[in-house]
């Protein structure tokens, strides 16, 4: 029997699973795409599967993964964007799926380095402050008895101190390596490894499946790869390969060698305090002088770090708040004719560099224990930040890979360098995508008005690539033309004082939570400064980043009733608002990219060297995608009622607006009265308090 038409058979009604998988319901649409999934496992190739919210995307592809892992020696990565869907499928989804066929099989969940517990910073870091003690005291004691040293899983007392203790815990993923760290047998994220070597399924993060690609050992070698929320796959990999060079990088290397002075926290510090007593007398005054230049070089590092940063300062108009943003394509453009602040910079990051490693092999041959290894291993990685300084700061100064595309920014920190490839393909389709036998990628969102070209080409899929893929895209079970109402409010040119308004006029007509999604900062912060006068006293405002980061104000979101949530990129997708926790979704403006972004530029170049043309092949899907995304926040369940209501008249009058409307499951309605329109929404929600019934 094929593995497909096991799976059918598994989820039918009356089947295994239909009574002893605790979350069961009856889906025909599940057990189609659960089919084709198994059908891709087995005969390979690569599959692209859009399955909007409700469909059960999780149990039909860990069903097939399961199954395949049991039977074959082939091992299943499985991959999520979101370290939270990767701990619901790895602490709860897996458990049950095999509880449920009575098996058992090798899982693992692994992270990427930052999210482990690292034995010797946890034990070398100091707080600052009371708050921070405290909570390296709860950590040290959790990991005392926790086996798997994972971030994520531990509960502090006080969120607030941990999140600022996290980063100088956690094991660094650059800097920290088998030859740098002497405590391999303590260490979480080496035993995490092991333990991923010997499962048969493995649930990572999109990050670190995005960054196995280039890193040998990262990801044992697997036969099946399954990408959930693959719509955020290209921005994943994107992220891991961009580099920058920022002043405050040089700064927070440069801070951890220190000033070298006796009973310092730094390096250089702790150098002169432990390892010089242990040299030979003559052998301790050369150190000793080594270290007093290496602590000069640090000063003198600072003063031509700002000459450098200086020197390449955007010089055009800045933004008040987004600051300034140049393109530069050679070392010419950036630079001028003046080399030497480059010179001066790579320079002291060679001398860093090497100076430091000479030191680890120094204190390394020492017979000084563990406490000396640990230093050893230390000035290794240093050493090793320094190297990665250096050679990002020559790349992006030099600018000069074709298939790069290079940019300067100046703003609220400092002026920065930054280089990104202009697309990520090639590396999709090679170290990512091409691993395995066959690859699943799915999504509620990989189509812009039902083609999956754009989102093929961008991973660098096609016949033209040497990779084809088959597509399939199945329906909403939701019947969402009854729990749906769709507007269109014409509001005037003013995006921030029209949108202000609808919202106004929506809070007073009925206390639902509302969400508004803007495409800039600037006209969500113009529109917060206008409604914290004209909501009601009693509502609750809040704004992404003014009250907090994306993550803890949709928490405080699902508690509220009757609150505004204002919010810009991160709550376009990833957030769950189910139920009452949203029922009225606002989006000021159809998501299009800025033009004159330096990767949306050299997209447009590229395409145009091609004789197309950016705007169709390339802005228009990609804002349909983000669309699709946006509106999939407001209907979760089969019991949800919402409004949608969208502030740009584009959406029926442009002469793009086809692929925008297919995206809706009913037909805008047009206004231009904010009271009608709230009065519109307000009526069709009170209509749905009784239970939506199926059709």
């Known amino acids: 029997m094929s593995l497909a038409r096991r799976v059918e058979e598994l989820l039918e009604p009356g089947g295994r699973l239909a009574g002893r998988w605790p979350r069961y319901e009856e889906r025909e649409v599940q057990r189609r795409l659960a089919g084709d999934i198994a059908a891709t496992i087995e005969h390979g190739g690569v599959l692209l599967a859009e399955a909007p919210t409700g469909v059960g995307k999780s149990l039909a592809y860990l069903l097939p993964a399961v199954l395949t892992a049991l039977a074959t020696e082939r091992r299943v990565v499985i991959a999520t964007c979101t370290r939270s869907l990767q701990d619901q499928l790895y602490e709860r989804d897996l458990p049950a799926l095999l509880e449920s066929l009575d098996v058992r099989l090798p899982c693992v969940r692994l992270k990427g380095k930052q999210n482990y517990v690292c034995p010797r910073a946890l034990e070398l870091t100091d707080g600052r402050g009371a708050e921070e003690d405290e909570v390296l005291g709860e950590l040290r004691r959790w990991a005392a008895s926790d086996e ?10 006080d969120a607030e101190a941990m999140r600022r203790v996290r980063g100088r815990v956690g094991t660094d993923p650059a800097a920290c390596t088998i030859v740098t760290c002497r405590r391999g047998r303590e260490c979480f994220w080496v035993r995490a490894r092991r333990l991923a070597a010997q499962a048969r399924i493995v649930v990572v993060n999109h990050a670190l499946l ?16 399954i990408v959930d ?17 920022s002043r405050n990088r040089i700064e927070e290397t440069l801070r951890l060698l220190g000033t070298g002075r006796r009973g310092g926290t730094g390096l250089l510090a702790r150098l002169k305090g432990y390892a010089l007593p242990l040299l030979e007398r003559e052998r301790a005054g050369e150190a000793g002088a080594g ?24 010089q055009g108009e800045r933004h008040a708040i987004y600051g300034a943003r140049e393109r530069y394509r050679s070392a010419l453009e950036l630079l001028g004719r003046d080399l030497e602040p480059l010179e001066a910079m790579l320079t002291h990051c060679r001398q860093f560099a090497r100076a430091l490693h000479l030191l680890a092999e120094e204190v390394g041959g020492q017979d000084a224990g563990t406490a000396g290894e640990d230093l050893a291993g230390e ?17 992006l100064s030099d600018a000069a890979d074709p298939g790069w595309v290079y940019w300067r920014t100046a703003g609220a920190r400092g002026v920065e360098l930054h280089g990104a490839p202009v697309t990520v393909g090639d590396h999709a389709r090679r170290l990512v995508i091409g691993r395995g036998q066959a690859a699943v990628l799915t999504s509620a969102t990989l189509s812009a008005g039902g083609d999956f070209s754009f989102v093929g080409e961008r991973l660098g899929l096609g016949e033209e690539h040497g990779m084809p893929y088959q597509t399939v895209s199945y329906p909403s079970p939701f019947p969402l033309e009854r729990q749906m109402r769709v507007f269109v409010y014409e509001g005037g040119p003013d995006e921030a004082a029209a949108v202000s308004e609808l919202v106004a006029a929506l809070a007073q007509a009925v206390r639902r939570n509302q969400l508004v999604l803007f495409t800039a900062h600037e006209r969500l912060r113009r529109a917060r400064e206008r409604l914290l006068g004209l909501l009601p006293a009693d509502r609750v405002l809040l704004a992404q980043e003014w009250d907090g980061p994306a993550g803890l104000l949709a928490e405080r979101f699902r508690l509220e009733r009757g609150a505004v949530l204002l919010g810009v990129q991160s709550l376009w997708e990833g957030v769950d608002f189910p139920g009452e926790a949203l029922e009225i979704l606002v989006v000021a403006k159809l998501p299009f990219s800025v033009p004159d972004d330096p990767l949306v530029e050299a997209r447009g170049e590229r395409l145009r060297e091609r004789g197309l043309d950016p705007f ?5 899907p990609e804002a349909v995608l983000r669309f699709r995304q946006g509106v999939g926040r407001l209907i979760r369940r089969t019991d949800d009622r919402g409004v949608l209501i969208v502030c740009d008249p584009r959406l029926v009058a442009a002469s793009y607006r086809r692929p925008f409307l297919a995206a809706l499951p009913v037909p805008p309605e047009r206004l231009r009265d904010p009271v009608a329109l709230a009065g519109a929404a307000a009526r069709f929600l009170e209509a749905g308090r009784s239970p939506v019934e199926h059709p």
């Open 148 to 157: 798997e040293g994972d971030l994520d899983r531990f509960v502090p007392a």
């Open 210 to 225: 995005a960054l196995s690609g280039a890193v040998d050992g990262l990801l044992p070698d697997f036969d099946v790869l």
């Open 229 to 245: 929320e693959a719509h955020r796959l290209e921005g994943v990999l994107l992220a891991q390969l961009e580099k920058s060079v």
């Open 291 to 314: 270290l007093e230049r290496l602590a000069a070089r640090v000063g003198a590092a600072r003063e031509d770090a700002d000459r450098f940063f200086a020197a390449v300062e955007p």
């Open 379 to 395: 000035l290794e990685e240093v050493s090793g930040r320094f190297a990665l300084l250096g050679a990002d700061l020559d790349a």
């Open 616 to 620: 169709q092949h390339d802005a228009v």
